[in-house]
């Protein structure tokens, strides 16, 4: 079993920035894949980001170049720093892991709430 806490969601102005982190702890070394996603209201859960144990990233089109996934393996924590923020980045984010035996976690949800 995989538990994911998210923290650093907020309010923040369009063009802010704001940084996401997920705490695994439990069974950590079978953790592959961690990701981020978001559901804004009356949208479908869509990916933000996501990050493999070696490192590779990939991103959502809507997010390259503002946002960005890093991992601190020690510290078995995720991060998503979101910078350039956009009204329409408003959304509950979720954190994700996905374990070398394809078993899927998910976080409770942070929101994130960009104003004009």
């Known amino acids: 079993q995989v538990q994911l806490v998210e923290s650093g969601g907020g309010l923040v102005q369009a063009g802010g920035s704001l940084r996401l982190s997920c705490a695994a702890s439990g069974s950590i070394f079978s953790i592959n894949y961690m990701g981020w996603y978001r559901q804004a209201p009356g949208k479908q859960r869509e990916l933000v980001a996501g990050i493999t144990a070696d490192g590779s990233t990939n991103y959502a089109d809507s997010v390259k170049g503002r946002f960005t996934i890093s991992r601190n393996n020690a510290k078995n924590t995720v991060y998503l720093e979101m910078n350039s923020l956009k009204l329409e980045d408003t959304a509950i984010y979720y954190c994700?892991?996905?374990?070398?035996?394809?078993?899927?976690?998910w976080g409770q949800g942070t929101q994130v709430t960009v104003s004009s």
């Open positions: 994700n892991a996905v374990t070398f035996r394809l078993q899927t976690y």
